[in-house]
């Protein structure tokens, strides 16, 4: 790793600083998106390492001009997420009925719990905000789009999500 960007189009991977600036702001959000889709916890921190390594090698490639660096690499993590469970299911493991029913339920109340977390944290925010992380963040949709059915300009979109995810940060840990 170096301490020079990487060229014109450069993410900052590459860099100590950048790289650190990144873990501090998005690596809780990388780690929660993983876990949602994977189901289990060493799994996502794969699948964040694995994001953050395809980010830093492809880290020149980064354009600006089509998203912030939090929305590359979250396109990076569903394309590594889609490869895992692709993977899980091409080697599916030994299991029987009642490991299949035990990790079923587990799941569900995981899900559950995960759910009533989220709806207590979307709780504090206004209602302009709490719309905006919900369309963006949890329904993964583009913020020109989220613009566009909410009616308001695409800057908008991104200073409600911003001071959504400021303010959730500020919170004392829920659970």
């Known amino acids: 790793m170096t301490d020079e960007p990487c060229g014109a189009h450069c993410a900052r991977l ?40 395809r980010g830093w090698r492809a880290c020149r490639d980064f354009d600006a001009s089509k998203g912030s660096v939090r929305t590359w690499l979250l396109a990076i993590e569903r394309n590594v997420v ?6 899980r299911a091409a080697r599916p493991g030994d299991v029987g009925w009642d490991d299949v029913t035990d990790v079923a339920c587990r799941d569900f109340a995981d899900g559950l719990v995960d759910g009533l977390l989220v ?14 992380v919900v369309e963006v963040i949890l329904r993964d949709r583009g913020y020109r789009e989220v613009a566009a059915d909410l009616g ?6 991104k200073t409600r999500v911003h001071y959504a995810l400021r303010s959730l940060r500020q919170l004392p840990d829920v659970a």
């Open 119 to 132: 709806d207590q944290l979307l709780a504090h925010l206004p209602e302009p905000q709490r719309a905006a």
């Open 14 to 53: 590459c860099t100590s600083e950048g790289l650190a600036e990144v873990l501090a702001a998005d690596r809780g959000l990388l780690h929660w998106r993983a876990l949602r889709g994977l189901g289990d916890p060493g799994l996502a921190e794969h699948a964040v390492q694995e994001t953050l390594l």
């Open 152 to 157: 308001i300009p695409v800057g908008t979109v």
């Open 82 to 87: 889609v490869d895992i469970v692709r993977a």
